[in-house]
């Protein structure tokens, strides 16, 4: 959000009110937070738009593969036969059901070192459409929005982003609150009478405020799958305990290993959780007794429990490994996150060894699943079209905030980056500092890049002889 600026210039030697004081410092670090965070959002917004767009209006795979309904449908077993006989030197990983009864059925195989998705037409076992699932246009936009392709690296330069676009929301609400005159009216609407730099200036907060809860949940519910706060804090703290799988014995993977590389399909609540394995005598009766424990039987299982339309059967990939029968807005499957559910099958007894849903997650796996489907634009149209103006909104207060910031520069400064001045003998600067540490310091990596920015603003930037003022 932009700067509002201050009525009147300060004379050098004035000492400034406790509000102009705070005003000043609350732009000085708008400016030095925007200055970091422009570039990770507008490619945030770009990258989000592109997989808001597969999400909502086709698929993360491309365009619906679409079939001619007919009587009965072959078995996935038949279908899966297909599939192998095409791609016999690699391994079936997993099985996608339909969403509706004119669309394909889809088969994962790994091969290598590919991970190939496979459409097949589930009522004459034709092979018809073959996707590199990590290098599908959805895959690529979600590897650059995650870690830049800069693996660890990237993930932690973007989480440092989002805490400090977290500080700039809060400055640019502060920033823009109506006081000393101002009225709601010319806060919630722009004037666009207004000419030049003022015209970008009323654009850019009032379209800022609006946004500004909306951004504040995608930047937490994007942290939540950071590497530092969201894998290394808040996610440990809100997956599900596998010990309420009773007497299921716990395998040396966890969820996530059911992800595609680079991807995330499993629910943010399992991901840390340890997958159950096969081998005990625990569980609920699933597969009758005397039936082969295998893709047919267990797809047959899947609609016993309730699996309908599009949902995922992972299988199992050691000889501990167990058949993963899931549906959620994670993957895809769902419009609805409430209705997330997990069920794991025993590969040598067809047991129900393990099974969750919304209603066991905790309270923050619950907010999170929620969020994220918003975050994602899968909760349907209305929400895919609503994200895709959000990121909208987002590159205009980027491109926005360098218009004004080129329109503002002294005459004579060039391309040099000219912060907003510091105000002299500023009673609250100490205040503006544990506001903003307070805010950052949630977030471990933006608070020691915060900390070492007041450090070097306070003892080096504000102090250099003939510095131009903004």
Known sequence: MAAVERASRQDAGTRPSAASA??????????????????????????????????GFQTRLGPVVSVTRQALTQPVGVQAQAVMELRSDGALLE???????????????????????????????????????????FAWAQRIHGTLLMGD?????????????????????????????????????????????????????????????????????????????????????????????????????????????????????????????????SGAVGVPLGQPVNVDTVATLAKQLGFDGQHHIQLPQSESGVFTISADTMSGDLRNPTRDRTVHVDRFTGRVIAEVAFAD??????????????????????????????CTCVAFLCVSGMVMWWKRRPARSGWRVVAPPAPRNLPL??????????????????????????????????????????
């Open 95 to 137: 099985y996608v059901a339909p969403r509706a009864v004119n669309e394909a059925s889809w088969f994962v195989v790994a091969r290598d070192g590919l991970t190939e998705a496979v459409a097949v037409d589930p009522y004459t076992a034709r092979v018809l459409h073959l996707v590199d699932k990590d290098n599908t246009v």
């Open 153 to 281: 690296v990237g993930d932690r330069l973007i989480e440092i982003a989002a805490g400090f676009g977290v500080v700039m929301i809060v400055t640019g609400l502060y920033l823009w609150w109506p006081r000393g005159g101002t009225r709601w009216g010319q806060v919630l609407v722009p004037d666009l009478r207004l000419k030049g730099r003022l015209w970008w200036r009323s654009l850019h907060g009032s379209v800022g405020f609006w946004i500004s809860a909306v951004l504040l949940t995608f930047l937490l519910t994007g942290l939540s799958w950071s590497g530092i706060w969201g894998g290394k804090i808040v996610q440990p703290w809100g997956s599900f305990p596998a010990e309420k799988w009773g007497e299921a014995l716990k395998s040396d993977a966890t969820h996530g290993s059911l992800n595609p590389k680079g991807q995330h399909e499993v629910p943010w609540g399992l991901e840390q959780t340890p997958l159950p394995a096969s081998g005990s005598a």
């Open 22 to 55: 705070f005003h000043a410092i609350a732009w000085r670090w708008h400016f030095y937070a925007g200055l970091y965070v422009v570039p990770f959002l507008l490619m945030l917004s770009v990258t989000g738009a592109v997989m808001v767009f597969f999400t």
């Open 361 to 390: 997650y905790s309270p923050m796996a619950k907010g999170m699943a929620v969020g994220i489907a918003f975050h994602q634009g899968d909760m349907g149209l209305w929400n895919a079209t609503l994200n895709l103006l959000f």
């Open 429 to 470: 600067w100490k205040g503006g500092a544990v506001v903003m540490c307070t805010v950052a310091l949630a977030f471990p990596l933006t608070g020691a890049v915060l900390l070492a920015v007041l450090l070097l603003d306070g003892l080096v930037v504000s102090r250099w002889p003939g510095r131009v003022a903004s």
